[in-house]
Structure formats: structure tokens, C-alpha cells
T-cell receptor, first 112, second 117 residues
Framework: EDKVVQSPLSLVVHEGDTVTLNCSYEVTNFRSLLWYKQEKKAPTFLFMLTSSGIEKKSGRLSSILDKKELSSILNITATQTGDSAIYLCAVNYGGSQGNLIFGKGTKLSVKP | GAVVSQHPSWVICKSGTSVKIECRSLDFQATTMFWYRQFPKQSLMLMATSNEGSKATYEQGVEKDKFLINHASLTLSTLTVTSAHPEDSSFYIC?????????????FGPGTRLLVL
């Protein structure tokens, strides 16, 4: 059965801390891995990873995929209260380019 | 950037009634739209793929007669929860891909929270 597992499920840090969120997957016909940020409503797209070992960066956020380990990490440095959200990992798989299977998410709370 | 809207954002209904949720792509055409359901503390689960001009494709375990999907135009897909029951209470989110249907171009609507009493 295809699955995506994220850890930890919940994390509380203070402003300025660095956090690492984990995502592991077991899917057939892997196409890509995506990270989203969800704040109360719709997820917003952060990164898409298809190649192993190539880091994608956007400001204080970065992510990398390890196809050998079937996993990915999302790093956030110098966290701010505005980073508080649920971070979702999803894997695009199978025959359709739109098929996504999501993990349960990591709820990040950044305290002032 | 691309925008996807949903209506209504909140709905409370009595058990046994039907509820229609609309998903619109506001500034692009979408031949395909996806419907997800998210229970509290659970992940987004793909329910079905809505295809303009043809029947929707449902994921295993999703009852097509209960969750009616109609993709009436290139900018509108509707999900109707028929004879809703309390266990159908959930957060329903639609998404639509833009360029070439690629996963990374999938834009999500703001979601519809359904509460069935």
C-alpha cells in the first residue's frame, strides 16, 4: 500500500531556532515529492523535488530528496512566528500527473 | 498567480440533506480538477479526479453515487454530497493544475468545511 509518513507530527520551537521536518515514502511509480505549507485553509506550494541530492532553497526554507532512503527533509532556519503552520509532504505517483498522496503533516508552532 | 475558489467556505446541514460544493479556477482553464477530503489530524485524501466533458474517476473506497461530481465547464467542478450523514463531516478541498497538469502547478482552493448534524 502506498504511503507517506511525516515526523514529527508536532513540534514547538522558539523564534530563531532551526527545525528539520522529515518525510518518508513508499509508493509505486514515484514521480516527485512536494512540500506544502497549510495555514488553516488551502495548502500553498513550497517545493517540488525529483532528483536525489539536489537542494532546493527559498529564503530560510530548503529541502532535499534522498531517493535511496526514500525520504526528504525540509529545513527552516531562523524560524519566525509566521512559520507556524502544518507542513505537508506529498508524493506524486502512478499514471496520472495529478495523483498526490499526502502525509499527515507536521504541525509547527513557533513561540515568540 | 493562479487562483482557485471554493463555495461555500462553511456549511452546516441536517442529516439526510444534499450539499453542493463548487470549485472554480478563476484565471485559467482546468480540464482536470481534484477533490480531496481532510479529517481532523489526518492527511488530505484524494477522493476523485474530475474531468471536463467526461465522467469523474473515483479512488478506491469512495462511493460515486454518494459523492456526485460534475465538471460542467473548463472553470467549474462541483461536488455534491448526497444524503449527508455526520460521518461525512470533513474539510473538502479541490485543486486544479495549470500548465500541463503537472503536480507542482496544482493550486488548491481554500476548502469547504462541512458539518452534518
Amino acid at each position: 500500500e502506498d504511503k507517506v509518513v511525516q515526523s514529527p507530527l508536532s513540534l514547538v520551537v522558539h523564534e530563531g531556532d532551526t527545525v528539520t521536518l522529515n518525510c518518508s515514502y513508499e509508493v509505486t511509480n514515484f514521480r516527485s515529492l512536494l512540500w506544502y505549507k497549510q495555514e488553516k485553509k488551502a495548502p500553498t506550494f513550497l517545493f517540488m523535488l525529483t532528483s536525489s541530492g539536489i537542494e532546493k532553497k527559498s529564503g530560510r526554507l530548503s529541502s532535499i530528496l534522498d531517493k535511496k532512503e526514500l525520504s526528504s527533509i525540509l529545513n527552516i532556519t531562523a524560524t519566525q512566528t509566521g512559520d507556524s503552520a502544518i507542513y505537508l509532504c506529498a508524493v506524486n505517483y502512478g499514471g496520472s500527473q495529478g495523483n498526490l498522496i499526502f502525509g499527515k503533516g507536521t504541525k509547527l508552532s513557533v513561540k515568540p | 498567480g493562479a487562483v482557485v475558489s471554493q463555495h461555500p467556505s462553511w456549511v452546516i446541514c441536517k442529516s439526510g440533506t444534499s450539499v453542493k460544493i463548487e470549485c472554480r479556477s478563476l484565471d485559467f482553464q482546468a480540464t482536470t480538477m481534484f477533490w480531496y477530503r481532510q479529517f481532523p489530524k489526518q492527511s488530505l485524501m484524494l477522493m476523485a479526479t474530475s474531468n471536463e466533458g467526461s465522467k469523474a474517476t473515483y479512488e478506491q473506497g469512495v462511493e460515486k453515487d454518494k459523492f456526485l461530481i460534475n465538471h460542467a465547464s473548463l472553470t467549474l467542478s462541483t461536488l455534491t454530497v448526497t444524503s449527508a450523514h455526520p460521518e461525512d463531516s470533513s474539510f473538502y478541498i479541490c485543486s486544479a493544475p495549470t500548465a500541463g497538469g503537472r503536480a507542482e502547478t496544482q493550486y488548491f482552493g481554500p476548502g469547504t468545511r462541512l458539518l452534518v448534524l
